[in-house]
C-alpha cells in the first residue's frame, strides 16, 4: 500500500477510535486544530509522563515548572519573536491557496530524495543479496544526477533563508518550475514576511488595553523564572528546568493531520551550564534524547539526526532527531545550544541581573543553555504511525492493530466475561476493582469475544483476560497477548505481578539507566 494512503487510514482510525478529532467537529472543522478523544487523551498523557519522568525523576538536578501561557509583552521583544518570527508566504494567484515558500522548496527537495530512493528500491530488487548500495549511489547515472540536483537546490535555499532573501526564494521557485498542487499553475505572487504570533488584548478597551501574545514556545517561561527557580531550589550548575505546556502558532500551511497545528503543546528542558561546556553538554544531550526515542522500540533505522549547517544567530550548535514517518524522515524534537542569548537578552530588557554566582571558581557568569524541545503532539504522531498495522491472520481475515508500547497504551487491560450471564460478570467485576488502582483497565461484555478482541486489537490494548466458568472453579482467566495473541491460563492471583511491570513506565525508564 503506499504511504499516502497509509497515512490516510491512520488520520481515520484516529477518528473512528476516539484517538483524535477535528476541533469543533460539528461546525465541519477548524484548520489546524485538533481535541483528542477518550483514547487519545490517554496516550497523550502516557507520552507526557514519560517525558516528565524520564527528565524530573532520573535527574536530581532537573526539576519542573508550569508557566503562565500569557507573558509580558516585553518578553517577546526581547526574545526575537516580535521581529523574526516570521514565515516567507507566497500565494498562488489562480488557486488563491497560500503557501509558505520555504515548504515548497523542502517538497522539491523532498522529491529529488524520492526519486533517488525509487531507483535504490528497483535496483535492490533487480539485485537482490547481491546488491551494494553504496558502489550504486556513487555510480549510477540517474541517482547522481538527482544528488547534483537535490545538493545544488539545498545549498541555494540554504543561502537564502540564511539571508532571508525574499526574492531568492521567489526564483527559486519559479526556477524549479514549482506549480500550486491546486491549480496546477505557476501564477505567483511575492513572496512576503508573516509573524507568526497570535495576538490578543488585556484589559478593556476603554482603559487602555495592552496588546499580548500567545505564547509560542514554553520555553520563555523558563528563562524568566532562571532566577526563581535557581534561587529558591538553590540549585548548582549544571541544572535544568523541564515544562511542558501548550504553544500557539498562526501556522499557515497546516498540513498532515496534527503534524503542524496552530495549537499544540510541547514538552521543553533548558539545561543552564557553565560557558565553553556547551558542545559537550549539547552531544550528551543529542545522546540522552536519542536514547529516550529509541527506549519505545521502533527500531534504530527509523530516527536520525539532522545537524543543522545554517544556525540560528544566538545558537551555536543544533539537530533535530528526526522520525521516519509515512511522509518521509520529520523532525520530532530539536537540541540546540542557545549560549547566553535569552538570559542576556531579558537582563537587557528588564534591567534585571540574570547571573549564577559560581562558587567553584568564585565569579559570577550568565550560564549558556542547552534546550531540548519535543512536540507531545508531533511524538503522538510518530507512535501511531508506527503502532498501525493492518495483519493478515491465518484463514484470509484481516486485522487492524495498534502495536504501542504497552507503557503508552491508552488501556493496559481489558476483562471480559466469556457471557453476560452465569456469574460470569460478577467474577469479572471483582477482578476489575481489584486491578483497577494499579493500571487503566476495561471492561467489555459486548458482542463475540472475537469482536471484542478486535475492538481491543484497534485502540492497542496489550492483554485481554477472559473469564469463564472454568474461572469459577480454578480461579483462572485466559490471558491473551495483543501482539502474539497467543493465550495462556493464569491465576487471577497472579495478574498484577505479572502485568504490572511490563505496563507502567518505569518499564520503559528502567531502559535508559
Ligand atoms: N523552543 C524551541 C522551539 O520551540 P521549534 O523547533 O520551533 O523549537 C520544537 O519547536 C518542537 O515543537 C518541534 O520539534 C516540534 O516537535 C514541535 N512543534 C513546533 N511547531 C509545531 C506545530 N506547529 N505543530 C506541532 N508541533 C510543533
Redesign the pocket.
Known sequence: MAQEDVFKKIVSHCKEYGFVFPSSDIYDGLGAVYDYGQNGVELKNNIKQYWWQSMVLLHENIVGLDSAVFMHPTVWKASGHVDAFNDPLIDNRDSKKRYRADVLIEDQIGKYEEKIEKEIAKARKRFGEAFDEAQFRSTNPRVLENEAKKSALHERFAKAMGEMNLDELKQIILDEEIACPISGTRNWTDVRQFNLMFKTEVGSTADGASTIYLRP?T?QGIFVNYLNVQKTGRMKIPFGIAQIGKAF?N?IVARQF????RE?E?M?MQYFVKPGTELQWFEQWKQTRMAWHQALGFGAENYRFHDHEKLAHYANAAS?VEFRMPFGFK????I?SRTDFDLSQHAKFSGRKIEYFDPDINESYTPYVI?T???V??MFLSVLCHAYQEEKLEGGDTRVVLKLPAALAPTKLAIMPLVKKEGLPEKAREIMDELKFHFNCKYDEKDSIGKRYRRQDAVGTPFCITIDHETLNDGCVTLRDRDTMQQERVPVSELRARLEDKVSITSLLKKLC
Open positions: 514556545e520555553a502558532r501556522e496534527i503534524f503542524r497545528m499544540f510541547q521543553e533535530d523532525e520530532v524534537e530539536g540546540h534546550e524541545s519535543i512536540g503532539d508531533r
